[in-house]
Every structure is written in structure tokens, then in C-alpha cells.
């Protein structure tokens, strides 16, 4: 497998035919950074993935996904249209479902997760079934049902049945309460009735519906007897075994989108579809044959499926974050441009520039923050899933409660990280892009296509101002109850750090010192401070506007932002106090994350901060200059070690500017030979082109009608 290892002093050379003269050798230069490293890359790897056994896996699947012929990245795929890139999603789905048949869940969807940082489409075109609609059958439906389609119909492992998540409607998508297809109960028949009632209630970007799905998880309104339940979940077939449309079905693709044209988003319409009772899902809300309604404790847990998704997004954010500040920085140290002096005999590496340094590092310490941070979220996710199950296996009250108290947590912690790491994300790949100048454009170096790929994920399973104005508004809540109605949050929700909101309020400065800024303990408390501070304000501000959430919203959303940042903080805090001091590894991560809060935290809400009194501009000033470029020069250095410790091999990077031998230029002149073979010269359409430069004069295409010969014959 290609990608890191540690340098053994060797040459690399440059071995492109036709030099006549020394040219640039950023091989050599990389290799020579690469020597810098110094500390180990396995336990680097290890910290950054949580645990030994975790990155191993990952290390097994890199090499797997590599040497297979149908998963490996292939530049050439940067050229597909639409519908090769479909025909490539549906031959790799097939290949996958043979390591379904094989692997463990767990394993499974680590592959998915992976191969999702260079194809998304494969990614979230079988997410859609074995996340998305399974999901939402094991969470909204009994355990009968969950092993029903799951086990005996097999959509588990993609056979037989393959599932879509009929939730967005044209008309709605973030107001999921606001759905409007309806499920009319008939209890003659024993039957729900799917219907679209309007344009508006037509599901919209419903991946999988296109061409590949069967059934699909449909969100729509509950009526029985004239009354309005609200939207709840059901199985509605769409094709049978033929794969033909049942009757009352109507399905189109929705065409070319932004990015992700592998993925087959459909819409769907229901004219009067007949499901049978048993194919609502009825875990949470209950329709008893004479069309008895028992309603779900929290409304909410109607919605656990989506869960899944806003944690994996936010990996997905710290995948993609590895995968372009890796080949970004290679590149930054590979490329030379501009020379200081004339007697300067090289032109500068452009990641010594300190404007360059400031582009990059600080995404390099995101990186690993997200990392780190997002481990967390998965083992938070897993833990509060599996207590739900297994309290209502129980049907212990006790045990339900504190799940459910689990669950509310996760809803907020999963909608912020979700909504700014994805954001963070795609300007991360961006910034990356432009970083590496005129070459970052080329299809080849996967920018462009990560990007477009990359967007939808700021708007799709929970728009990401949507998602953190309900976290924002949950910490306002949160607050609400400790200092207004003096009731602290329980110690074991994710959010007890707000309990000591009185206190908090009434002190002043946290940061007091340039010496505290050391203190990664005190650094948090700093972060926690401007969030208690600042939705204790905006408390006083809701009161003022007589209730008006709409008037915070911009407040909301910036409250969720740091929220995350504190999740991501909090992470690495209690990560690197489990490690001795004196490891290798020690220094190099309190030199990330004080770079990471330097830039990401104290220099993105620096108003906030002095806002509230958390520290005095003195100290601002500090940060900003003497502290931030302390920061820097002491990651720079190492940052081809710090890349080569995601251990991302080049078939994963898929970027010919990005490839661990640094051979920027003779893999980038290569790739562009191979893919676009030269032949003679002549493109198709030589025709348009040699008619357009053999044209003749506009005298001879006007026939020299205008000529004075002419003008002497007319004018008799």
C-alpha cells in the first residue's frame, strides 16, 4: 500500500525523459521535511483514530479498497458524466455487497465511511438503505418489523429489497413536523392511504428513488377519523420483484445536481396507495386496528434515524479535512515560487511564506481536533442507541428516562458538530484549493469534485442554520433552567458544564494572563464562559422581544458554532490527559490544539470574547500576534510528518500534486498524458475550428457585393 512511512535518508530523483537542465525537485524537498519527523507515526495514528485497534482496521481497509479494481480511485474518473458515474456507483455497490455477506456492521460501514472521502455517491447511495431506511425502520419500528425487513426480506445486506428515505418534500424539508404527504387510515380494509395531495407534497431528492429503490421509509401525516396525528413514519413498496412501478406510483429522476451524480435522487408521487396497518412503523407511535392512537413519550424519537447521518457527516468533515490538508501542504512544501534577494540561488518553498502558513496550519489543527472530537461523537452515538434498546427491551422506567435524557443530549451535540464541521469542511477544501494556485483548479488534484460533492452536506439531513438555531436554542433552554427556575442540568447530560452558570456569570475575566493560554483546563472554561455569558444575554433579549426566537436566530446559530468548538476542546482536553507527558507524540498535539483555539476559536469569535469581559483586548492582542506566531513556527516544521500520520494512502487522496513521493510534476504531466492521450493534434470537432480560421475576407463573404465595381454598375 502507498503512503507513509518514515524517511530512511534515500535519494528520490527525478527521472522525466527530455531535461536538459536542472529542474525542480520537489521530491526532494518533501523527503527532506519528511526526515523532521520526529515521533512515532503509529501512535500519532493511534491518538488521532482513538484506539490501536480501530486504526489498524483502517489501515486494513485502505489496503483493500487499494488493490480492489472496481472500488480504487482512478483519476480518470474526474472526466465521467453522469451517467458513467452512475454505471460506476451501481458496479460498486454490487462489488460491496459481496463484503456485506462477509464483514461485520461495524467493519462494513467503516469501508462505506472510507470509501465516501473519494466517492461520496457510492457512499450515500447505499447509506440511503442501510443507514437512512433501516434506520428509520429499527428506530420507528418494533423489533418484529426491524427484523422482518432487515433479516428475512435481507435489505441488510442489499438483496432482495433495497431501501430509500421518503422524507423531503418539494414544498418542505428542514420543517419535517410540516410534511404534507398523508396516510388516511381505512378501517373497513385495515389499510393506510398514501397520497399526494399537492405538488408541494411531492417527495424531492430522495436518493435511490430513481432507479435503484424497492421501498422506501415515507414521512407523512397520520389522519384518522378526520383528525391529524402529525407525520409518522410507514413502509410503502414502489416496485415489485420485476422491478416495475406498482400502480399509483409515479417516479422521475430529478437530473443533474451540483455534485454527486452517482447518486439517482429521485422524486415520487402517491396517487391512493394501499399499504396494509402493519406497514406503519410502530415502535414509538401505535394504530391499533380500530384506529386507536398511542403516542411516542418524546415526539422526538421519531426522528432517531437521522442521527446516524449528522455523526457520520461530522467524520466525514475530519476525513476530508485529512485528505486536503494533506495534499495541500505536501504541495505548499513540494512547490517553490519567488526569490527574497538576487542572491538567493532558490526560489522559497511557498509554505515558508507566513501568509501561506496562515491559510493552511490553522485547518491542519482543525484536522485534528475534528478527529479527535468526532471518535467522541461516534462512541457517544453508539453508547446512547444501544441504551434505548436496551431500556425498552427492559421497560424499565427508570432506564428509559435516563435514555431518553441520552438522546436529547445527542440531538444537540449531533446538530452542532454536524452544522460547523460540514461548513468548516468545505471552506477547509476550498482554502486548500486556492492555496495550491492555478493547479488546484485541475480536475486531477480532486478539489473541484470534492467540493461540488462536498455542499450538499451543509443542507441536506438537517439544513445546517436550521439545525444550529434548535442547538442554540436547546443551550438558551438549558440556561433558562439553571438561572431562572434553579434547577441544575442532570451531571450526566453532555451539557452539566452549564450548571455553574451563576457563578460563571458574575465573575469576570477567565483568561488573565498570557500564561494561561497554557492552561488548556483554563482555555475551556474561557470557551464555556463566552457560552453561558452570551446565551444568558440573550435570554434577557427574548424577554425584552416578548418571545421572538426568529430575532436570535443569527445568535442561535453562533452559540451552536461554539458549542461544537467546546465539544471538539473538551475532546482533546480529556484525549491528551491520558497520555505521559513524555511522550513523543506529547508536545506535538499541545502544539496543534493551542493553534487549533488560537485560530478556531479565540481568532473566529474574538468579539465574543471580549464582548463578554472572558479576556481584556490586551490579551487579544497577544493571541493575535505574539501567540499566533509562536503557534505556527512551532507546527510548521513537522508537517509532513503530522499529514503522513493520517496515513491516507495516494489511492484515497486521488490527487496527482498530493502523492507521497512528491513527485508533483512528473505524476501530474503523466496523468494528464494518459487520460488525454495527444494522438495527432486534432480534437472532433477540427472542422468548426479550420472553418473558423480559413474563413474568407467579409468582402468575399459578402460576395463583393459592396465593392466599387459594384457601386459603378448600380449607381447608372
Given at each position: ?204 431528492w430522495i436518493g435511490g428513488a430513481a432507479h435503484s429503490a424497492t421501498h422506501s421509509v415515507v414521512y407523512a401525516r397520520l389522519l ?382 474574538t468579539a465574543q470574547f471580549l464582548r463578554f469581559d472572558v479576556y481584556e483586548s490586551k490579551i487579544a492582542k497577544y493571541i493575535g ?92
Amino acid at each position: 500500500m502507498s503512503g507513509p512511512k518514515l524517511f530512511t535518508g534515500h535519494d528520490i530523483s527525478i527521472t522525466n525523459t527530455g531535461t536538459t537542465s536542472p529542474g525542480p525537485n520537489p521530491a526532494l524537498l518533501i523527503a527532506e521535511e519528511r526526515s523532521r519527523t520526529n515521533f512515532n507515526l503509529t501512535k500519532m495514528h493511534h491518538f488521532i483514530e482513538g484506539n490501536p485497534a480501530k486504526a489498524e482496521q483502517i489501515l486494513r481497509i485502505y489496503k483493500s479498497l487499494e488493490r480492489d479494481v472496481i472500488l480504487q480511485s482512478n483519476l480518470a474518473h474526474y472526466d465521467n458524466d453522469k451517467l458513467t458515474d452512475r454505471e460506476l456507483t451501481a458496479k460498486r455497490i454490487a462489488r460491496l455487497t459481496q463484503y456485506i455477506e462477509i464483514e461485520s456492521s461495524k467493519q462494513f460501514f467503516r469501508r462505506l465511511n472510507l470509501l465516501n472521502v473519494y466517492d461520496p455517491s457510492t457512499g450515500i447511495r447505499i447509506s440511503v438503505n442501510l443507514g437512512l431506511f433501516l434506520n428509520g425502520v429499527r428506530g420507528n419500528g418494533t423489533a418484529d418489523q426491524y427484523k422482518f425487513w432487515a433479516k428475512k426480506m435481507e435489505a441488510g445486506i442489499m438483496k432482495q429489497l433495497y431501501g430509500c428515505f421518503g422524507m423531503t418534500e418539494l414544498g418542505h424539508g428542514s420543517n419535517v413536523a410540516g410534511m404534507e404527504t398523508t396516510a388516511t387510515f381505512d378501517e373497513d380494509t385495515d389499510e393506510f392511504i398514501i397520497d399526494t395531495p399537492h405538488i408541494g407534497a411531492t417527495k424531492w431528492w430522495i436518493g435511490g428513488a430513481a432507479h435503484s429503490a424497492t421501498h422506501s421509509v415515507v414521512y407523512a401525516r397520520l389522519l384518522i377519523k378526520g383528525k391529524d396525528y402529525g407525520v409518522k413514519t410507514f413502509v410503502v413498496p414502489l416496485r415489485d420483484s420485476n422491478h416495475n412501478l406498482f400502480p399509483g406510483v409515479s417516479i422521475g429522476d430529478i437530473g443533474a445536481k451540483m455534485g454527486r451524480q452517482g447518486v439517482d435522487n429521485g422524486w415520487i408521487q402517491f396517487s391512493d396507495v394501499r399499504i396494509p396497518r402493519y406497514f406503519m412503523l410502530q415502535k414509538w407511535c401505535k394504530v391499533s386496528r380500530d384506529g386507536t392512537v398511542a403516542l411516542p413519550p418524546l415526539e422526538q424519537l421519531s426522528y432517531i434515524s437521522l442521527l446516524e447521518g449528522r455523526v457520520t457527516m461530522a467524520v466525514d468533515s475530519y476525513r476530508i479535512g485529512a485528505r486536503f490538508t494533506t495534499v495541500a501542504l505536501r504541495y505548499g512544501v513540494g512547490r517553490r515560487q519567488f526569490k527574497n534577494r538576487e542572491s538567493d540561488e532558490y526560489e522559497k518553498k511557498i509554505l515558508d511564506y507566513t501568509l501561506h502558513q496562515k491559510r493552511l496550519l490553522p485547518n491542519l489543527a482543525l484536522t485534528y481536533a475534528m478527529a479527535v472530537g468526532t471518535d467522541r461523537l461516534e462512541e457517544q452515538h453508539e453508547k446512547v442507541i444501544l441504551d434505548l434498546d436496551t431500556a425498552l427491551l427492559s421497560k424499565d422506567k427508570k432506564k428509559i428516562s435516563e435514555a431518553i435524557l441520552g438522546t436529547k443530549s445527542l440531538f444537540v451535540d449531533s446538530g452542532s458538530m454536524k452544522s460547523t464541521l460540514t461548513w468548516l469542511g468545505g471552506e477547509l477544501i476550498d482554502e486548500a484549493r486556492q492555496s495550491c494556485g492555478g493547479h488546484g483548479y485541475s480536475s486531477y488534484n480532486g478539489f473541484g469534485k470534492a467540493y461540488n460533492d462536498w455542499a450538499v452536506q451543509c443542507t441536506w439531513e438537517g439544513d445546517n442554520n436550521v439545525l444550529a438555531m434548535s442547538a442554540g436554542r436547546t443551550i438558551m433552554k438549558n440556561i433558562e433552567q439553571i438561572i431562572v427556575k434553579k434547577k441544575p442540568i442532570d451531571p450526566n447530560s453532555t451539557f452539566a458544564f452549564l450548571n455553574n452558570a451563576n457563578e460563571v456569570i458574575s465573575s469576570g475575566p477567565i483568561i488573565k494572563s498570557e500564561s494561561d493560554l497554557k492552561d488548556l483546563t483554563k482555555v475551556r472554561e474561557a470557551v464555556e464562559a463566552v457560552i453561558i455569558r452570551y446565551a444568558a444575554e440573550n435570554l434577557q433579549v427574548l424577554k425584552d422581544t416578548k418571545g421572538n426566537w426568529d430575532a436570535l436566530s443569527p445568535q442561535r446559530v453562533e452559540l451552536s458554532k461554539l458549542r461544537a468548538h467546546h465539544y471538539l476542546l473538551e475532546s482533546f482536553e480529556r484525549k491528551l490527559a491520558s497520555l505521559n507527558k513524555s511522550d513523543d507524540i506529547y508536545p506535538h498535539l499541545v502544539n496543534l490544539i493551542q493553534l487549533y483555539f488560537t485560530t478556531s476559536i479565540f481568532g473566529a469569535f474574538t468579539a465574543q470574547f471580549l464582548r463578554f469581559d472572558v479576556y481584556e483586548s490586551k490579551i487579544a492582542k497577544y493571541i493575535g500576534s505574539t501567540f499566533l506566531s509562536e503557534s505556527l513556527a512551532k507546527v510548521r516544521p513537522y508537517v509532513i510528518g503530522l499529514t503522513d500520520a493520517f496515513q491516507q494512502p495516494d489511492n484515497m487522496l486521488n490527487s496527482v500534486i498530493g502523492n507521497y513521493d512528491g513527485q508533483i510534476y512528473e505524476n501530474y504531466l503523466d496523468a494528464v498524458k494518459n487520460i488525454n492521450p495527444i494522438g495527432d493534434g486534432k480534437p472532433p470537432y477540427v472542422e468548426a475550428l479550420t472553418n473558423m480560421l480559413d474563413r474568407g475576407s467579409i468582402p468575399e463573404r459578402d460576395r463583393f457585393e459592396k465593392s466599387d465595381k459594384v457601386k459603378d454598375i448600380l449607381s447608372n
